[in-house]
C-alpha cells in the first residue's frame, strides 16, 4: 500500500552529486560549530560559556547516524570496507585512540596539577604520579566507553541486522 504516493525516479548521477553536497554540508556545519566551540570556550569572555547548541548539533549527528546506520544495518558494510582497505582494523584503531587520549589528558592534569601543588620536589613527584594514576583509572575507563562500546553496540546489532535480511532473502527463494 503506497498511500497515493508515487515513487520518485532521480537520476544515479545526479543523486550521487547530491549526496556529495550534503557530506560537505554536514562537514561545513560540523567545522562551524568546532569553531565556535573553541572559540566560546578558550576566547570568549563570558565566565560560563552557552555551548549546549554546538555539543548537541556535534554529538547528536553523529549518535543519530551511528543509530541509523546500525538500524539499517550498513554500519557492518562500512566496518568491513575500511577494515579491506586498512592496514589496522577500525575496533582496534579505535581502541587505541581510548587509550592514547586517555593516557594524553593523564599526563597533561597530572603534569599542571603537580607543578600547581607541590611545594618541593619530593611532593611535585608524588603529586605527579597520584594523580597520573587516578587519572589513567578514570579516563581510560570512561574514554573507552565513550568511543569503543558504541562502536561495539552498533555493530553488533548491524551485524544482527544484515543476518535477519539474509534470512528473509532465503525464505522469499524457498517459495
Same mark, same amino acid.
Given at each position: 500500500?503506497?498511500?497515493?504516493?508515487?515513487?520518485? &525516479?532521480?537520476?544515479?548521477?545526479?543523486?550521487?552529486?547530491?549526496?556529495?553536497?550534503?557530506?560537505?554540508?554536514?562537514?561545513?556545519?560540523?567545522?562551524?560549530?568546532?569553531?565556535?566551540?573553541?572559540?566560546?570556550?578558550?576566547?570568549?569572555?563570558?565566565?560560563?560559556?552557552?555551548?549546549?547548541?554546538?555539543?548537541?548539533?556535534?554529538?547528536?549527528?553523529?549518535?543519530?547516524?551511528?543509530?541509523?546506520?546500525?538500524?539499517?544495518?550498513?554500519?557492518?558494510?562500512?566496518?568491513?570496507?575500511?577494515?579491506?582497505?586498512?592496514?589496522? &582494523?577500525?575496533?582496534?584503531? &579505535?581502541?587505541?585512540?581510548?587509550?592514547?587520549?586517555?593516557?594524553?589528558?593523564?599526563?597533561?592534569?597530572?603534569?599542571?596539577?603537580?607543578?600547581?601543588?607541590?611545594?618541593?620536589?619530593?611532593?611535585?613527584?608524588?603529586?605527579?604520579?597520584?594523580?597520573?594514576?587516578?587519572?589513567?583509572?578514570?579516563?581510560?575507563?570512561?574514554?573507552?566507553?565513550?568511543?569503543?562500546?558504541?562502536?561495539?553496540?552498533?555493530?553488533?546489532?548491524?551485524?544482527?541486522?544484515?543476518?535477519?535480511?539474509?534470512?528473509?532473502?532465503?525464505?522469499?527463494?524457498?517459495?
Amino acid at each position: 500500500m503506497r498511500f497515493g504516493f508515487r515513487e520518485k &525516479k532521480v537520476d544515479e548521477r545526479v543523486a550521487t552529486l547530491q549526496n556529495k553536497i550534503y557530506r560537505e554540508l554536514y562537514s561545513l556545519v560540523v567545522i562551524i560549530c568546532g569553531i565556535s566551540l573553541v572559540y566560546k570556550v578558550f576566547f570568549a569572555e563570558a565566565a560560563n560559556p552557552n555551548i549546549w547548541t554546538e555539543v548537541i548539533i556535534l554529538v547528536g549527528g553523529a549518535v543519530y547516524y551511528l543509530v541509523r546506520a546500525s538500524a539499517l544495518g550498513i554500519f557492518s558494510d562500512e566496518v568491513e570496507m575500511h577494515d579491506r582497505s586498512s592496514k589496522l &582494523k577500525l575496533n582496534t584503531k &579505535k581502541f587505541m585512540l581510548a587509550l592514547l587520549v586517555g593516557i594524553g589528558i593523564s599526563l597533561i592534569f597530572a603534569t599542571i596539577n603537580s607543578q600547581l601543588y607541590g611545594d618541593s620536589t619530593d611532593e611535585t613527584i608524588y603529586f605527579f604520579f597520584l594523580i597520573l594514576i587516578a587519572c589513567l583509572l578514570i579516563y581510560i575507563p570512561v574514554l573507552f566507553g565513550i568511543m569503543v562500546l558504541p562502536y561495539v553496540v552498533a555493530k553488533y546489532k548491524s551485524d544482527k541486522v544484515n543476518e535477519q535480511q539474509m534470512e528473509d532473502l532465503d525464505d522469499e527463494d524457498e517459495r
